[in-house]
C-alpha cells in the first residue's frame, strides 16, 4: 500500500478518535458558578474581544481576574481573540460581555469542539507527521506506526477534546522547533519555539535544552567566526519574534510586569492538588508546605531544579547533537516537573495519574477506551520489549558498570520486563480502585495521593534512566546507530 | 517527553514481527477486532435515532407482558415488527438489562434514555457483533491466500478491514443504532459454511436468520434455487447441465426438516394461540407509502422525480391542470401513500411483481449453469440489491443488505443522519474507508488495469461537490425554508442512478461469467 494512503488512514484514525471522546462532558460541565477549563476559555473569547488590549490582564470593574482571569501569554490571548470573532459571527450570544458567564449549549460545544480540532489539524498534526518521516529510524510502514502511536497518545486527546484545553497548538510548535533544528533550519527552530513560548509559559520546560543546542553549535563554529553571526541571527529572531508579539504591552512599563505577574503566580505555595512531583510526595512524609517559609521553598526548588538541569544542559552544551538534544528535553521537562515552583498536574500530561481530573469531568469511559487502545496498539505495533537487543535499549554502558553485580544479561532484560508489567498492573488496580472503591474516612484522599506518589516514583526512574543515557554517550560517534 | 520516550523505550523491528505468518493472521485479526470494538466504545455517548427507543420498547415489552400479548401490545408507536425469534432475543436481552437500569422495561416509560440505558442496549450491540467478528474469520478462510505476500496486500486482510470497519455499518449499527451487524454476522457464517460445503449449517443459520428479521425474504430464492439445484442433486454433467437421475430425496428432506423445525420453534407458539394472521399483520405492513420518507435510492426515487418532472412540466405548458393534480408532496417527510400525478400510481403487488422479474433471470443463471458458491453469491447480492431497486417501502438501510456482501461502500446511508455532531465522524470514517477500499482493491486487482473506469471514476467524484452543496451550501439559501427535503432527495437520485448502474454491471458479470470458475475458490 501506498505510503500516502497510509498515512491518510493514520490521520483519519487519528480525527475520528478525537471527535468520538469530544462527543463527552468537558471540565466544569453544568458545574456553576465556577465551570472549569472550558469556561475560562470561553471566558478569554468573552474578554479579549470586548475589551481594549490594555485591559486584558488587569483587575477592573469589567475584568474580574478571580474568575478566570488570563493567565497565559499574549498569543493565548490573540488566539483567543480571533475564536471570538468566529464566535460572534455565528451567535454573538456566544462572547457577550458579563451576560454570557456560564453559558452553554450544545452549538456552543460544537464550535469550542471545532477550534480545537481546526488548531490540531493545522499545527500538530503535520508536525507529528513530518517528525515521525524525517526523525525516525526504519521503514516506511514503522514509521506510519510511529505516527499512528504519537496520534492517538490518549493524555493529549483525553485533555484537549475532553478536558478542553488548546495543548496541541503549544506542543505542536514546539515540535515544529525541533523539526527546524534537526533540520538544520535554526532560524524556522528558534522562531517556531518562541512563538509556543508567547503561547503557553510551559513551555519554558524545554527552553534550556534549546539554548544550550543552539549556543554549544554556534561555539563549535566558532565564536569569532561563523559562530558569532549565526548567535546573532538567532537572538534577533528571538528578540524580533517577542517584540512583536508583547507589542501591544509594551506602550506602558506596568503592561509587561502585570502580565508576568499573572503567568507566574509566586504568590501561590509550592504546589496545588495533588501533582506527582517531589514536592506533593515528600509532603506525604514531611509537611515541608506548611514547616518552612514561602521564601525557602522558592529557594530549594529553585536550587533541586538547577541541581537536576545543570549536567544534562552542560552536556548537550558541549555536544549539540541531535540525539543529545532531544535527551536533554526529556530531562529538563522531567526535572522541572518534579522540582520546580506550582506544577500543575497537567503539565505532564501522563494519562494514568491524570485519571482523578478525568474522573472530576466525567471522562471515564473515553480514559478506559483510549488508554486500552493505545497500550494495546503500542505493544502490538512495537512488539519490541521482548525482541529488543540491549544496545537498542542504550543499556550498553550501564551494564559495563553494573558487571559485577549483575553479571547475566536476561536478567537485566527480565527485569525491565517485569518492572513494566508491574507499571500497569499498578495503573490499572489504582484506575480500578479509584473508581468503584470508596477511601477510609481517615484518609480521604488515598487514592489521588497514591496516584501520584507512584507516577512520582515512575518519574524518578525515568530522569535517572535517561540522565545516564544521554550522560554516559560515548564520544565516538560510529558505535552511535543514531547519527545526527 | 512522551514522544522520546516512545521512540526511545521502543525501537522496533516490523519485519521480524511479520516472520510467524500464522499466529501474525490471528494477531491481526485480533487487533482489527478490537480496534473497532474500541472506536465503538467512544461512540456510546453519540446521537442516537428513534430505533434506540424502538429496542427499548421491544426489551420492555418482551420482559414485562405474557408471550400472547406481544404482537398485540400497542402503547408504544413502534410495535413489535420483527418475527418471533427476534422477540426472544430482546427476551433474553431483556434479562441482563434488568440489572442496569429497571426503569427501561417499564413499557409505558416511552423515550426512557437514561445513561444506564444507553450503556447497556450500544454494550448489547457491541458485544452482539462477536457473531460478526466470527462470521468474518469464517469467511477469511475461503479465501485462496498467496504465502510471503506482505500483510497489508493479503485479501484476507483487506476484506477483514472492509467488513469489520465497514463505514455504512458502523454509522447504522453504533450510532443510529441497529442490530444489523449481528444479523450480518449470521449472514456472513451462512455463506461461509455453503462456501466450505457445509450446506446443511448454511440453511439452518439462513432459517434462524429469516427468523430473526423477515427482510431476508427477499434473499430465500437464491438459497432455495442454489440449495435445489446444487445440493440436492448431487452432481453435474460434464458441460455443467442438470442431471436429473442425482436427485437426492434425502438431501431435500432433511432441509425441509431443518427449515420447518427452525419455523416451528420460532411461529409455533403463536400458531397455537391462533396469532398468525396478527404476527403476520404486525411483520408486513403494507399500509405504509411506497417510499419512506427519506428516499431510498431505488427505482421508484427515479420514478418520483421523473412523476414530478413531468407534472411541473405539464402545468407550465398548460397540458395539465393544477387545481386536478393531488396535493400532497411526496418529500414532505410523512410516511402515507400518495398518488402519481402523471405517471401510473405503484401499488404493492406492482412491486413484488417488478422484483420478481428482476431476479428471474439471475435464479435461472444458476439453476441452468450453477457456478458453485461464487455464482451464489453473486446471485444472492442481485437478488438484495433486486428487492431493494423495486421493493415497496424500501427502507435506505437495506441497501446494507446487498452492500456488505458486495463490500462497497454506501454513500446513500449518509442521507439516515441529521445530527451536525455526527458530520465530522461520517467524513473522517467514510474517507477512512473509502480510501483503504481505493488503494487496496488496487493493489489486489493489479492485473486487471485501472479498479474504476472514467465515467464510474467521475461519479464518484461527482458525490463530493453533491454532498458539500447539500450539507453546506444548501441550507444558506433561500430554498431551505420552502424545500427543506430537497438535498436529501437530490443525493438519493443521484445514489439511485449508481445503485443501478452497478445492478446491471452485476447483473452482466453473472450472466457471462464462464463456468470454469468452479474450482478457483477465490471471491
Not at chain 1, 43 to 50: I, K, L, M, R
Not at chain 1, 129 to 153: E, P, R
Amino acid at each position: 500500500m501506498e505510503n500516502w494512503s497510509l498515512i491518510s488512514l493514520c490521520v483519519l484514525l487519528g480525527l475520528t478518535s478525537r471527535w468520538a471522546v469530544s462527543f463527552h462532558s468537558y471540565s466544569g460541565a453544568g458545574k456553576p458558578p465556577i465551570f472549569g477549563d472550558y469556561e475560562a476559555q470561553r471566558h478569554w473569547q468573552e474578554v479579549t474581544y470586548n475589551l481594549p488590549v490594555h485591559e486584558w490582564y488587569f483587575n477592573n470593574t469589567n475584568n474580574d481576574l478571580n474568575y478566570w482571569g488570563l493567565d497565559y501569554p499574549p498569543l493565548t490571548a490573540y488566539h483567543s481573540l480571533v475564536c471570538a470573532y468566529v464566535a460572534k459571527l455565528l451567535n454573538p450570544e456566544w462572547v457577550e460581555l458579563h451576560a454570557s458567564r456560564g453559558y452553554e449549549s450544545h452549538s456552543h460545544k460544537l464550535f469550542m469542539r471545532a477550534t480545537v480540532l481546526f488548531t490540531d489539524i493545522l499545527i500538530y498534526i503535520p508536525a507529528v507527521l513530518l517528525y515521525c518521516f524525517y526523525f525516525c529510524d526504519g521503514s516506511s510502514k514503522q514509521k506510519v506506526a510511529t505516527a499512528l502511536c504519537i496520534l492517538l497518545y490518549p493524555g493529549l486527546i483525553l485533555i484537549d477534546y475532553g478536558h478542553f484545553q488548546y495543548n496541541s497548538v503549544s506542543l505542536g510548535l514546539a515540535l515544529w522547533g525541533t523539526l527546524g533544528l534537526g533540520l538544520g533550519w535554526d532560524l524556522f527552530g528558534c522562531l517556531a519555539f518562541t512563538l509556543t513560548l508567547n503561547y503557553k509559559q510551559m513551555e519554558l520546560y524545554h527552553s534550556l535544552p534549546f539554548f544550550c543546542y543552539l549556543l554549544g553549535k554556534c561555539i563549535k563554529q566558532g565564536l569569532t567566526g561563523r559562530g558569532f553571526f549565526h548567535l546573532v541571527k538567532i537572538s534577533m529572531t528571538v528578540l524580533v519574534t517577542f517584540a512583536l508579539c508583547w507589542m501591544p504591552f509594551l506602550s506602558d512599563p506596568k503592561q509587561p510586569l502585570q502580565v508576568l505577574h499573572r503567568l507566574f503566580p509566586v504568590g501561590r505555595g509550592l504546589f496545588e492538588d495533588k501533582v506527582a512531583n517531589t514536592w506533593c510526595s515528600l509532603n506525604v512524609l514531611i509537611k515541608i508546605k506548611t514547616l518552612l517559609s514561602r521564601e525557602t521553598q522558592l529557594f530549594l526548588s529553585f536550587a533541586l531544579t538547577l541541581l537536576f538541569v545543570l549536567p544534562s544542559s552542560l552536556k548537550l552544551l558541549s555536544k549539540p547533537t541531535l540525539w543529545q538534544f532531544k535527551l536533554a528535553l526529556v530531562n529538563t521537562s522531567l526535572a522541572f516537573f518534579l522540582f520546580s515552583f506550582q506544577v500543575h498536574e497537567k503539565s505532564i500530561l501522563l494519562v494514568a495519574f491524570m485519571l482523578p481530573l478525568l474522573l472530576k469531568d466525567g471522562l471515564l469511559l473515553p480514559y478506559v477506551v483510549t488508554s486500552l487502545a493505545f497500550l494495546f496498539l503500542s505493544l502490538y505495533l512495537l512488539s519490541a520489549l521482548e525482541r529488543s537487543t540491549e544496545e537498542e535499549l542504550r543499556l550498553g554502558l550501564y551494564r559495563k558498570h553494573t558487571q559485577h553485580w549483575l553479571p547475566k544479561l536476561n536478567l537485566m532484560l527480565s527485569l525491565c520486563l517485569l518492572q513494566f508489567w508491574f507499571s500497569l498492573v499498578a495503573m490499572a488496580a489504582l484506575s480500578f480502585t479509584s473508581v468503584w472503591l470508596k477511601p477510609p474516612a481517615k484518609l480521604p484522599d488515598l487514592f489521588p495521593v497514591l496516584v501520584s506518589v507512584l507516577s512520582f516514583l515512575h518519574f524518578l526512574g525515568f530522569i535517572i534512566y535517561f540522565n545516564q543515557v544521554q550522560l554516559m554517550e560515548p564520544q565516538r560517534k560510529k558505535s552511535l546507530k543514531k547519527t545526527n | 517527553v512522551v514522544i522520546r520516550l516512545l521512540e526511545i523505550k521502543f525501537s522496533f523491528n516490523l519485519e521480524t514481527v511479520m516472520a510467524a505468518p500464522m499466529t501474525n493472521d490471528q494477531s491481526c485479526f485480533f487487533a482489527l477486532a478490537l480496534g473497532v470494538s474500541f472506536l465503538k466504545c467512544l461512540l456510546i455517548n453519540a446521537y442516537h435515532s428513534t430505533d434506540f427507543e424502538v429496542h427499548r420498547n421491544w426489551l420492555a415489552l418482551t420482559h414485562s407482558l405474557p408471550v400472547p400479548q406481544w404482537y398485540y401490545e400497542a402503547t408504544s408507536e413502534w410495535t413489535l415488527d420483527y418475527p418471533p425469534l427476534f422477540a426472544w432475543f430482546e427476551y433474553g436481552l431483556s434479562h441482563i438489562a434488568w440489572f442496569f437500569d429497571k426503569e427501561m422495561l417499564v413499557v409505558q416509560n416511552l423515550n426512557y434514555a437514561s445513561p444506564a440505558t444507553i450503556l447497556f442496549q450500544r454494550l448489547s450491540v457491541i458485544v452482539a457483533d462477536v457473531v460478526f467478528f466470527y462470521a468474518v474469520k469464517e469467511c477469511c478462510k475461503c479465501l485462496r491466500e498467496d504465502k510471503g505476500k506482505d500483510l497489508l496486500g493479503k485479501p484476507s486482510f483487506i476484506l477483514t478491514v472492509l467488513l469489520l470497519w465497514n463505514f455504512g455499518l458502523l454509522i447504522v449499527d453504533h450510532i443510529h443504532f441497529q442490530y444489523n451487524g449481528f444479523l450480518f454476522g449470521v449472514l456472513l457464517l451462512s455463506i461461509a459454511r455453503h462456501f466450505q460445503n457445509r450446506h446443511f449449517e448454511g440453511a439452518l443459520l439462513f432459517s434462524v436468520l429469516f427468523n430473526l428479521k423477515h427482510i431476508y425474504l427477499y434473499i430465500a430464492p437464491a438459497y432455495g434455487i442454489y440449495l435445489l439445484r446444487c445440493f440436492c442433486f448431487t452432481q453435474s454433467n460434464a458441460d455443467g447441465s442438470l442431471q436429473w437421475r442425482s436427485f437426492s430425496v434425502v438431501r431435500l428432506v432433511t432441509l425441509g426438516t431443518i427449515v420447518l423445525s427452525t419455523f416451528a420453534v420460532s411461529f409455533g407458539p403463536f400458531i397455537a394461540l391462533g396469532q398468525l394472521p396478527q404476527v403476520l399483520s404486525r411483520l408486513f405492513p403494507f399500509k405504509r407509502g411506497l417510499c419512506h420518507a427519506y428516499w431510498a435510492p431505488n427505482i421508484w426515487a427515479l420514478y418520483n422525480i421523473a412523476d414530478k418532472a413531468f407534472s411541473i412540466l405539464g402545468v407550465k405548458f398548460k397540458l395539465l391542470d393544477i387545481n386536478k393534480l393531488p396535493k400532497a408532496s411526496m418529500t414532505g417527510g410523512l410516511v402515507q401513500e400518495f398518488q402519481h400525478s402523471v405517471l401510473p400510481s405503484v401499488s404493492p403487488l406492482a412491486t413484488l411483481v417488478c422484483t420478481l422479474l428482476s431476479i428471474l433471470p439471475a435464479l435461472f443463471r444458476i439453476w441452468h449453469r450453477p457456478n458453485g458458491a461464487r455464482g451464489f453469491l453473486r446471485c444472492l447480492v442481485i437478488c438484495a440489491l433486486g428487492s431493494f431497486m423495486f421493493g415497496w417501502h424500501v427502507h435506505e438501510k437495506a441497501i446494507l443488505m446487498a452492500i456488505l456482501p458486495l463490500r462497497f461502500s454506501c454513500f446513500s446511508v449518509r442521507s439516515v443522519q441529521k445530527n451536525s455532531q455526527q458530520l465530522p465522524i461520517k467524513i473522517f470514517l467514510m474517507l477512512l474507508f473509502t480510501i483503504f477500499s481505493l488503494t487496496s482493491l488496487k493493489t489486489l486487482f493489479r492485473k486487471g488495469g485501472a479498479l474504476l473506469n472514467p465515467l464510474e471514476a467521475t461519479y464518484l467524484l461527482g458525490l463530493i461537490p453533491l454532498e458539500l452543496i447539500c450539507e453546506f451550501v444548501y441550507p444558506l439559501t433561500v430554498w431551505q425554508k420552502t424545500f427543506p427535503f430537497l438535498p436529501l432527495m437530490l443525493t438519493s437520485v443521484y445514489c439511485a442512478l449508481g445503485v443501478t448502474y452497478a445492478f446491471i454491471r452485476l447483473y452482466i458479470s453473472l450472466l457471462t461469467c464462464s463456468d470454469n470458475t468452479k474450482k478457483i475458490k477465490t471471491q
